[in-house]
């Protein structure tokens, strides 16, 4: 009877010290995953305040400039006032005439002038010539609709070809005004043969056909 109680008293023992070892255990697993989440978590925001002072501390990235397209691309050095800028050859006449930056006696006096306040010959818009009808433009009534006018620059060869021709009064602001388009606008006074001041210009206007850039 004694050998049974001592063999019962055994087995709670070992079955108290199997349920504590368990809880222990238990416990022990239960604050290990604890401490890792905890751990991770921490790591992890560290490594994301870390990451956000640095965005925040970085100099801001420039925007991409936009490439626009430069007007003065033909020419990267602009004339100056009666510098020569290259030849208009008009092949009906079978003529070469010098240009010459400016429209002031000085110019008109050495060959035909290109108005400082227009582009330059093969750019967008209307550059404008002028020359004197008992000189360099003599004949130039003879040129007319269909006609090419060809321009040689430092910036390459244009071949214009003329689709209007008018005459106007000498105070005709329209001659200069800008054009959608790469335009070459021709004049001199008329009529041809008038004596004095001539009260009216020929105009030749061109719209460039072709061009050769050097």
Do not use: W
């Not at 490594?47 to 970085?58: V, Y």
């Not at 430069?70 to 290259?86: A, C, D, H, S, T």
């Not at 818009?125 to 020359?131: A, E, H, K, M, Y």
């Amino acid at each position: 009877m004694k050998g049974r109680n001592n063999g019962n008293s055994r087995q709670k023992r070992l079955l108290l010290i199997s349920l504590s070892l368990l809880l222990i255990i238990s416990g022990l697993l239960l604050t290990t995953t604890n401490v890792y989440k905890y751990a991770k978590g921490y790591f992890l925001f560290q490594t994301n305040a870390s990451t956000d002072d640095k965005e925040k501390d970085s100099p801001p990235k420039p925007k991409q400039k936009r490439k626009m397209m430069n007007q003065n691309e033909l020419y990267p050095v602009r004339p100056k006032i009666g510098e020569e800028i290259g030849e208009l050859y008009i092949p009906k006449l079978k003529a070469a005439l010098p240009i010459y930056h400016g429209t002031n006696e000085d110019e008109l006096e050495k060959g035909v002038g290109h108005f400082a306040g227009s582009v330059l010959p093969g750019e967008k818009d209307n550059s404008v010539l002028s020359g004197h009808r008992d000189t360099v433009f003599r004949n130039l009534g003879e040129v007319g609709d269909g006609d090419s006018l060809i321009v040689r620059t430092s910036a390459g060869e244009f071949h214009y070809k003329v689709n209007k021709v008018r005459i106007v009064d000498a105070d005709d602001r329209t001659v200069i005004v800008p054009k959608p388009r790469a335009t070459l606008t021709v004049s001199t006074c008329y009529p041809f043969h008038f004596i004095g001041s001539a009260p009216q210009r020929y105009i030749l206007s061109a719209y460039l056909a072709d061009k050769k850039i050097n």
